[in-house]
């Protein structure tokens, strides 16, 4: 991209007011630093991901709600994470976190594995373990 076509649609942009880092070419074919308000085809990009998200946190919330799967699946989709992100945040294997997707081996995870979990939420430790006994509506 050249440095004069650096994209600047401030309108409907997902920065909050910021401005995005890009490498743009001038006429002399150096690269330099440039600042983006925003992009028409990046923020429909993010929207179209974010909405994914809520559906698939949604979808998570139900299958709680009716004791097919732990809350991992909900905490996982609604703090916008995947197993992969998941596994990173605890030092997990993901075969060990779809593993505490099941409701029974969820409920048996010893506090330490908890705790993991917790702080790859942000959540008291008192909060995740709360999710044990059922649905919360502070989560």
Known sequence: MKLDEVPQDADG??????????????????YHEAQSAGWEAENYATDLALQELEQ?????????QAGATSVLPYLMYRYRMDELALAQCTGLWRWRIRRH????????????????YA???????????????GYRDDL
């Open 56 to 64: 698939q946190a949604q979808q998570a919330r139900a299958d709680w």
């Open 13 to 30: 942009s997902k920065y909050g007011g910021h401005q995005k880092l890009l490498y743009a070419v001038d006429d002399k074919g150096e």
């Open 119 to 133: 702080q790859a939420f942000s959540l008291p430790l008192e909060q995740l373990t709360a999710c044990q006994q």
């Open 101 to 116: 997707f099941r409701p029974a081996v969820f409920a048996a995870l010893p506090q330490k594995i908890l705790l993991r």
